[in-house]
């Protein structure tokens, strides 16, 4: 059996087409678009004080091969917790860059020692980024450091009056 020409012509031209139809998803890829989030430093556990302003640096990475716009920044904390970025927004953030924000970590003046955990969520036009830290309280040990002196002055005070009162008695005997 003989095969003509023109057949096999048309036979490899539709096997090309369709190669070059089907690859073409493969060859042009769509833009990818990712954030990434991370508090510095990268301690697992970063240490704050109750009632106080603690400051840590948020690097935020556009790890795609598209811009990302309009990102807004926001945190899902505990009642009572003050969290404040600066800026607050990010208008823009080419791929492959990298931008620092300052962020603000308050606990409640009454929270307890111990281990909190806070939600960062960055929201852009593309895209929605949420981050999970967490943080260890650490209160204020000024109530323990009195109760501390209070109790060293006492004693010293004891020992200077035991020491006072026998040693007049001592003297007082000829």
Do not use: H
Request: glycine content about 6%; aromatic content about 10%.
């Amino acid at each position: 059996m003989k095969v003509d020409s023109k057949v096999c012509w048309l036979f490899l031209f539709a096997v090309g087409l369709m190669a070059i139809l089907l690859a073409r998803p493969i060859l042009a890829q769509e833009g990818k678009v990712d954030l990434t989030l991370r508090l510095v430093p990268g301690d697992y556990y970063n240490r704050v004080a109750a009632g106080q302003d603690n400051t840590f640096f948020l690097e935020i990475r556009n790890t795609g091969n598209k811009a990302v716009t309009n990102i807004s920044l926001a945190a899902d904390k505990l009642e009572g917790w003050v969290i404040e970025f600066s800026p607050r927004e990010i208008d823009y953030l080419g791929p492959g860059s990298l931008q620092t924000v300052d962020v603000n970590i308050k606990p409640d003046g009454k929270a307890v020692k111990g281990d909190y955990r806070v939600i960062l969520i960055a929201t852009a036009n593309e895209i929605r980024k949420v981050a999970s830290i967490w943080v260890r309280v650490e209160t204020a040990s000024s109530f323990w450091l009195w109760v501390g002196a209070i109790v060293a002055f006492v004693v010293v005070a004891a020992f200077v009056a035991i020491f006072v009162r026998f040693g007049r008695q001592q003297n007082s005997e000829p």
